[in-house]
């Protein structure tokens, strides 16, 4: 695409196929690559004049820092990113920047400050029936729920956010909600719960040879490292310690 992009003189389809490189340097983990396509594409979209264009390299540059654990500058892009969408038509994709600057509050530990992001993206999410969007939002609500505390709460919400997932039959998706659902079974002590959950996601994460699933089993691990230690099941903690440090 970047290719023919180039040999058309076409500006903004050039800018596009360089962001669509970085994503894909970004999921084969390649983070120097990813950010040198990202901020090539930038410099191209700044000389465009479709302001929403550049929303879409913003995103990208917010999820490259993401990934590296660095949640204030990824919370820099995110927010630049939703300041051009506010006015977008295009609601799922309002959502879905909405849904970002909430996930780099939390990973920045800001949980109130992330929570309504992400009931404004499940809000936008339910009006247009995307449940990609709802899912996503119900899940990282949940989550944001067991970090304050409010195990109860969050049950009931990754609950409804298992039935998106179920409905969309996406594995990934189904399995971080399966992972989130172990957590807060966790907090409360339920280790039998826990576990059944924690084996599902397992389960369903095992269906796909997607490079995706790593990021999942890291969540599974995690949360199975910590379940086992408290059950007193050493040997089964260190297991899953080590596919974690993996």
């Known amino acids: ?20 490189l970085a994503e894909g340097h ?70 879905a920047a909405l849904n970002a600057v909430g996930l780099a509050h939390s990973l920045n530990k800001d949980y109130k400050a992330a929570l309504p992001y992400f009931e404004k993206s499940l809000k936008l999410g339910n009006a247009v029936s995307n449940f990609e969007r709802m899912t996503a939002s119900l899940n990282n609500i949940g989550d944001i729920q067991i970090e304050l505390g409010n195990y109860k709460k969050a049950d009931s919400i990754l609950g409804r956010s298992l039935y998106y997932a179920a409905s969309l039959k996406d594995v990934f998706r189904s399995a971080e909600v399966q992972n989130s659902m172990a957590h807060s079974l966790l907090k409360q002590h339920k280790y039998a719960e826990a576990e059944k959950h924690l084996q599902e996601a397992k389960t369903l994460i095992a269906q796909s040879r997607s490079n995706a699933g790593k990021e999942f089993l890291l969540g599974n691990a995690l949360v199975g490292s910590q379940l086992y230690e408290e059950m007193g099941k050493h040997e089964e903690a260190l297991r899953y310690l080590k596919l974690y440090n993996e």
């Open 1 to 20: 695409a970047l290719t023919i992009a180039v040999r058309l003189n076409d500006s903004r389809q050039r800018a596009i196929a360089l962001v669509n």
């Open 26 to 95: 970004l999921y084969n983990d390649l983070y120097d690559m990813a950010l040198q396509y990202d901020l090539e594409a930038l410099d191209i979209f700044n000389q465009l004049p479709n302001k929403e264009d550049i929303a879409l390299v913003l995103m990208s540059l917010g999820w490259i820092y993401f990934d590296i654990q660095d949640g204030e500058t990824s919370l820099i892009y995110h927010q630049r990113a939703l300041e051009i969408l506010q006015s977008s038509k295009d609601t799922v994709r309002l959502a």
